[in-house]
């Protein structure tokens, strides 16, 4: 993102959108380009865990010892 973008991160710690200025980044998940997009932070990270879930390529199921 420019550095004169709007930038957006979900708090973990808060469980609220921030701005640039809000908690450490540890704590958080982004940057967003919306306020929007950084409020299902959470959710996209679940829908993202489960295709990489589904995805072959890193289904360590299939791993032979």
Known sequence: MAD???????CLKHSTVEGRDGCPNKDRLGPYASEAEAARA???AHEKSEAWDRDPAWNDDELED
């Open 42 to 44: 959470i959710e996209t």
């Open 4 to 10: 004169d973008a709007p930038e957006f991160w979900y």
